[in-house]
């Protein structure tokens, strides 16, 4: 409805035909009418179309809560937040009322009482989906109080007798009544603190101190938890486990073409309100999702920790931010990424791996081979079968090349000089667009002697920020 048009009394929202539906009902209608148009349902997430939203999908249709497990990383959140889009856009509320009660079955004392009062004149507010969701990431240090709700000494102050349920404030979970609520993380949450959700879960109530309240809750409720969190932090106890209706496993992406995906996606890598705008060609971001790929699958890595997508995401980013900073130090016109921005992300990210206990002392070299691993794959893949004879000739006679993150790219083109087949090399990098601009021809240049080198045709002295491919 327009917003002119809403009802703002119980008269008006009857006469409107408005039916009321419970939230799962509202989430498992509306799933079906984007299955049966072909719509997203799940927008932004990536590679989790054969295997985690099917379960999520027939969850929902279930009417089942559900906890999704799986290591950090892998987009549970963001997964969860998607779920608010599936509420209807607008929603009618008691007007004023904090757990958003409906007009036609208000539960809460304040509700029932103004109801009774006005009658069918009864304020009628609307919500939007998105104040429909809620989240609590579960700390130690969160309490019944925080989930539940607890006796409001203001109200006490004001005159109200401590057996007035009015003057009971609310947690976060009733106050999502109505919506989606998630718990992120909650085998963090003390198990004292879990039992508190027993009843929500079962017999969609709560239970605040030593009142004689039932407040029949309308809400989803979802949870994400780490597998290793069962045994590092925490557990979820027995009978919360029993209570939600599924769980639904997550995973890492299970293609290089969806963690490529995901990284285009998710890496902030142009800046259009800045002075200056990246460039990160895509054979660059294939090698960081390769990179990341190998990482995930090295026997040093503690495979129980995983290697979160943050991961790539954050080193296609510092591959950006390297370019940036060589062309405001070198004056490049366009900041275009180049080989010699991928071992920053070494050092950069070394914290955001977890490593075996065998490994320690040789974190540094383990990341350094495995970029050096998937410089080479993408190689093979982009110019394995090129003809870089033009290149090669440069060093025939003994000749070097030299450069490095504060070379420009137009020092660097001077140093090579003149390639035949170049514009071939830059059509196979797809970078055809580029052709006059120097940075990305130095960009493919520099990525074409990196190959060279791992394919041993060229060999390397790094030294001090500067690197000289020779014979």
């Known amino acids: 409805m327009r917003t002119e048009n809403r009802p703002t009394t119980l008269r008006e929202l009857r006469a409107s035909g408005h039916l009321h539906r419970s939230v799962k009902a509202e989430l498992r209608d509306n799933l079906l009418d984007r299955l049966r148009d072909g719509r997203p349902r799940f927008p932004g997430i990536v590679g989790f ?16 809560d559900f906890v999704l497990l799986g290591e950090r990383g ?17 929603t009618p509320v008691v007007a004023g009322c904090e757990i958003n009660d409906h007009p036609y079955a208000p539960v809460c004392a304040r509700c029932r009482r103004l109801a009774a009062e006005a009658g069918e004149e009864l304020p009628v507010g609307w919500l939007h989906r998105d104040d429909r969701y809620a989240e609590k990431l579960a700390t130690p240090d969160t309490s019944v109080g925080d989930l539940i709700g607890d006796i409001d000494p203001v109200k006490v102050a004001e005159g109200r007798t401590l057996g007035d349920p009015e003057t009971v404030h609310f947690g976060l979970v009733p106050r999502a009544n109505r919506g989606v609520f998630s718990i ?69 992406p299970m ?36 990179f990341t790929r190998l990482v995930r699958d090295s026997t040093s890595v503690d495979a129980r920790s995983g290697v979160s997508a943050r991961f790539a995401i954050a080193a296609a980013e510092t591959v950006a931010a390297a370019a940036a900073r060589r062309a405001a130090l070198t004056g490049e016109e366009r900041p275009v990424a ?59 006679d003994g000749g070097t090349v030299e450069t490095g993150e504060l070379v420009a790219a137009s020092e660097l083109l001077q140093r090579v000089g003149r390639v035949t087949g ?14 006059e601009a120097p940075e990305y021809a130095a960009s493919a240049c520099e990525f074409a002697l990196e190959g060279l080198f791992l394919t041993r045709r060229l060999s390397k002295d790094d030294l001090d920020g500067t690197t000289v491919y020779r014979t």
């Open 49 to 64: 179309d054969a295997t985690v939203l099917p379960h999520v999908e027939r969850a929902v249709l279930a009417g089942h």
């Open 422 to 435: 170049l514009a071939a090399i830059m059509d196979r990098l797809d970078l055809g667009d580029g052709a």
């Open 184 to 252: 992120n993380e909650l085998p963090d949450l003390a198990e004292r603190i879990q039992v508190a959700l027993l009843n929500v879960l079962e017999e969609r109530d709560i239970q605040v101190r030593g009142y004689t309240l039932r407040l029949p809750l309308d809400v989803f409720l979802v949870a994400s938890a780490n597998p290793e969190d069962y045994t590092n932090r925490g557990r979820i106890i027995t009978p919360l486990k029993d209570r939600f209706g599924a769980e639904v496993r997550t995973h890492y």
């Open 338 to 396: 180049r080989v010699c921005d991928l071992p920053p992300i070494v050092s950069t990210l070394r914290g955001k791996v977890e490593f075996e206990v065998s490994e320690e002392g040789r974190e540094q070299e383990v990341l350094e081979h495995l970029l050096r691993r998937a410089t080479a794959e993408t190689f093979r893949r982009t110019l394995g079968t090129a003809d870089l004879s033009g290149l090669l000739e440069r060093f025939a």
């Open 255 to 290: 293609d290089l073409a969806d963690e490529l995906d995901l990284i285009r996606q998710e890496a902030e890598l142009d800046h259009p309100g800045g002075a200056v705008s990246s460039v990160v060609p895509g054979y660059l971001l294939e090698t960081v999702a390769r």
């Open 74 to 90: 892998q987009g549970k959140t963001r997964l969860i937040r998607t779920l608010a889009g599936l509420l209807d856009e607008w």
